[in-house]
């Protein structure tokens, strides 16, 4: 699987090139999957932000699902355990892109397990993986202990599918909680490598090669 992991999805150009080179045609002829299930389990979202996200309402210019594919369905992994494997699974593969919205991250990838979707990733080398927030971290190993919303006394370890972390929306504005120094702090309780990026900013993957795609600002920490 290939992944471009952004804090605010495809805000610019940089990103969008990105995105175009790991799809390996453009946009237009490629079919996309939305998956919303991360939001249900941030507190700070409701009924009307996950159909502002569906319908790409968020603003003027298109983040995920409004960026001009040839498809677009909604995926809702809540709702997989109660279909038979042999029905959603083709709709899985027989996409290109999954794009996979923010919230809360070990919500998400607590019905990525009991969806099945999780034991699918490996047989999808050639699927895109656009994650924006919370659907960037639960590729990563751990979240912290600051993007536990859900369940606060939990565990923070994630799909782990990467070897770095993420803190994502740096010094996003009206965000005190999301400083550079809130990031190093956060980083200190991570070991190994982790990323704190701005909304400007993603991370692909491709194979072993990791790569920061940025037209704002970002910061890496070794531990």
């Given at each position: 699987m290939k992944l471009l992991l952004t804090s605010g999805g495809v805000t610019n150009a940089s990103i969008r090139d990105a995105l175009i080179g790991m799809l390996g045609k453009p946009i237009a002829d490629s079919n996309a999957l939305f998956i919303p299930t991360a939001q249900w389990g941030q507190p700070a979202c409701d009924p009307q932000?996950?159909?502002?996200?569906?319908?790409d309402r968020w603003g003027d210019d298109p983040g995920l699902v409004g960026l001009g594919w040839k498809s677009?369905?909604?995926?809702?992994?809540?709702?997989?355990?109660?279909?038979?494997?042999?029905?959603?699974?083709?709709?899985?593969?027989?996409?290109?892109?999954?794009?996979?919205d923010g919230g809360e991250a070990r919500y998400l990838y607590t019905w990525m397990q009991q969806s099945g979707l999780a034991a699918l990733l490996p047989e999808l080398p050639d699927t895109v993986w656009v994650g924006v927030s919370?659907?960037?971290?639960v590729m990563t190993p751990r979240v912290g202990e600051?993007?536990?919303?859900?369940?606060?006394?939990?565990?923070?370890?994630?799909?782990?599918?990467?070897?770095?972390?993420?803190?994502?929306?740096?010094?996003?504005?009206?965000?005190?909680?999301?400083t550079l120094d809130a990031a190093r702090r956060w980083s200190e309780r991570i070991p190994g490598r982790s990323y704190a990026i701005d909304d400007q900013t993603a991370i692909s993957v491709v194979g072993d090669r990791v790569e920061v795609i940025s037209e704002g600002h970002w910061e890496q920490f070794d531990h």
């Open positions: 932000s996950v159909w502002r996200s569906t319908a677009v369905g909604v995926l809702e992994l809540t709702a997989l355990p109660s279909l038979a494997e042999e029905r959603w699974m083709p709709w899985v593969r027989g996409t290109d892109v999954l794009l996979v919370a659907g960037s971290m600051e993007f536990l919303d859900w369940q606060p006394d939990g565990p923070d370890e994630v799909l782990g599918v990467t070897d770095f972390s993420i803190f994502p929306h740096l010094d996003y504005p009206g965000w005190p909680s999301n």
